[in-house]
């Protein structure tokens, strides 16, 4: 694999998956992505908040960049990239590995662990379902 990318949501089951692709494929510049939802403007909307739009989405991209900064920083990640959007973390993400046509997707996973996520689906059984290229599902 030459453009292999994973996906974090600063977890420690994907954090342990990128450890484990790093080792496994013998690289330590696998690109490593994480997605946001910013709020939308029918949620502001919703909430009567939408006079503060503005002030509301830099806040919440303020606090995501941070936290992003913050866990590459401490995991000494040399290749990362946040992403955000106000539709849906899971189109972002496939829209990504189409766009660079990655040809190795990491995902961590707990796997099924209650009724929602098994009525519902999770991120990782939506990019599985989805994407056109080979995924690595690391389950502790």
Avoid: C, H
């Amino acid at each position: 694999y030459k453009n292999i990318v994973a996906f974090t949501d600063f977890s420690k089951v994907s954090l342990d998956g990128i450890k484990f692709s790093n080792d496994f494929f013998n690289k330590d510049d696998i690109k490593v992505v994480s997605a946001y939802q910013q709020a939308s403007e029918l949620t502001l909307r919703y909430y009567n908040n939408y006079d503060n739009k503005d002030k509301i989405q830099l806040k919440i991209k303020e606090k995501k960049e941070e936290e992003f900064r913050s866990f590459v920083e401490q995991n000494s990640i040399k290749n990362a990239q946040l992403l955000e959007d106000t539709y849906s973390v899971k189109n972002i993400l496939s829209e990504y590995v189409d766009k660079n046509k990655n040809d190795l997707v990491v995902l961590g996973s707990k796997g099924i662990n209650n009724s929602s996520s098994l009525l519902y689906g999770s991120t990782s059984s939506y990019l599985m379902e989805n994407l056109n290229s080979d995924i690595l599902v690391f389950v502790p």
